[in-house]
């Protein structure tokens, strides 16, 4: 059964059991289809692990729980009223490391504008030759952005697993009160074709031009000061110890 085949035939059963929201099922298994086929998985073989579509259709007509279920129903209530805590605190912990990333490609990009704009507020900055801190300065805006975008990257994770885990107490508490669960959702984001192509390229172009700029910079500060370890012959440890 092809995708097309399987979302008419669910939607025909939808509408003929006359279940609410019929359209936005079928959009949620749309959406299943298209992120398991980017994913490499034949129409027909998600079709079949799916299930038949008369049988998805008829989970969602109302049923009243009986008591055993209800009984069930409050347990897992109270289950994940207490997972909720660590679930929280490890949220917590995502959007502290997406901060770091955050002000980490802000600080770079204010390293980059200082190097290359000769800026050295309250002398921050190690004395070196200008072309040399252009060069790193370069070094520094490619990284900026190569943080930027994982900064964006990771902001899409942490919404995505939130969305995840939400689908999937959805689907604990339906399969416990006998009501029908969507399929669930991968934690791993989605971007549109343009958003994702426009980041890999962001991703792959920063990358190697901050590994060349860092280099040329590393080569020409070498050349510079006649030693590799540029650092002891500028005295850049004795200026932060002595400004």
């Not at 912990?93 to 990333?101: A, D, E, R, T």
């Not at 930027?148 to 919404?159: E, R």
Request: charged residues 15%; neutral net charge.
């Amino acid at each position: 059964m092809t995708k097309n085949e399987f979302l008419a035939a669910l939607a025909a059963e939808l509408k003929k059991r006359q279940i609410p929201d019929a359209d936005d099922i079928v959009s949620e298994y749309e959406q299943h289809f298209v992120f398991k086929i980017e994913d490499g998985f034949p129409e027909g073989e998600i079709a079949a692990k799916l299930g038949d579509p008369e049988q998805i259709a008829g989970q969602y007509e109302p049923e009243g729980p009986g008591k055993d279920q209800a009984g069930m129903r409050w347990l897992a209530v109270g289950m994940f009223a207490v997972l909720a805590i660590p679930a929280i605190m490890f949220f917590w912990v995502l959007i502290v490391m997406g901060l770091v990333l955050l002000v980490a490609a802000l600080g770079f990009a204010v390293l980059s504008v200082c190097l290359i704009g000769g800026l050295n507020i309250d002398s921050l900055i190690p004395t070196m030759p200008y072309w040399i801190g252009a060069v790193w300065g370069l070094s520094a805006a490619f990284l900026a952005v190569l943080l930027a975008a994982g900064c964006i990257y990771w902001t899409a994770f942490i919404f995505q697993l939130a969305r995840a885990c939400r689908r999937f107490r959805q689907n604990s508490m339906a399969s416990i009160s006998g009501g029908a669960s969507l399929p669930s959702l991968s934690i791993y984001p989605r971007f549109s074709g343009k958003v994702r192509r426009g980041l890999r390229l962001a991703v792959l172009l920063s990358l190697v031009l901050f590994a060349v700029t860092a280099s040329l910079g590393f080569i020409a500060a070498a050349l510079s000061a006649g030693s590799f370890q540029f650092w002891h012959a500028w005295d850049w440890f004795v200026q932060l110890v002595l400004p």
